[in-house]
């Protein structure tokens, strides 16, 4: 995971992650790539907005995600 918070209150994000759920089974391999960006109001509230690609080794699936996620502490 590569991040990096700006003077305005960004912070891009980029992520890398690989799975394989079955090592027994062929074309179970999935590498899933996460861009996104997150701004802070405060240092109690986040938004992060993220897409995520998901590339599945052997097998064309269509199975990407558009994620938008509001954290406040309390």
Do not use: C, H
Not at 19 to 33: F, G, H, I, V
């Amino acid at each position: 995971m590569l991040l990096y918070k700006t003077p305005w209150e960004l912070q891009p994000v980029f992520k890398y992650g690989n799975y394989d759920s079955d090592s027994d089974l062929p074309n179970t391999m999935k590498n899933t790539y996460t861009y996104g960006i997150n701004y802070f109001f405060n240092d109690w509230t986040r938004l992060q907005i993220n897409y995520v690609y998901n590339d599945f080794i052997g097998i064309n699936i269509p199975n990407n995600l558009f994620m938008v996620q509001l954290q406040a502490k309390f």
